[in-house]
């Protein structure tokens, strides 16, 4: 059975699964529920559409650090409306993100 990866396009997630070819492509991510897309996997027969395509699909590095930096976001807010010390920060961020 081939191997297929799929990337999760919400929080970055990368995980592989065993699928026979006939059986339907994963849509889920197993963490967080988001949406997923397959990656090209070794050795699968992949058309490549123009010089461009190879380069936009594993443009994922910096996107899985952004996401990766969002979910570290998401946590700290977690945290902080649990917490009332972590309120000061909160509003720190918030009017950082503002500003930029
Ligand atoms: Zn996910």
Request: aromatic residues 10%; contains cysteine; charged residues 40%.
């Amino acid at each position: 059975m081939p191997t297929y990866e799929y990337e999760c396009k919400s929080c970055g997630y990368v995980f592989e699964k065993f699928q026979s070819i006939t059986a339907p492509p994963c849509k889920v991510c197993p963490k967080c529920g988001g949406g997923v897309r397959r990656l090209i996997g070794k050795g699968s027969a992949v058309i490549f559409k123009g010089s461009g395509f190879y380069a936009t699909d594993y443009r994922s590095e910096e996107y899985k650090k952004k996401a990766k930096e969002e979910r570290a976001e998401n946590k700290k807010e977690e945290k902080g409306e649990k917490t009332t010390k972590g309120e000061g920060e909160q509003r720190k961020e918030k009017k950082e993100k503002e500003r930029s």
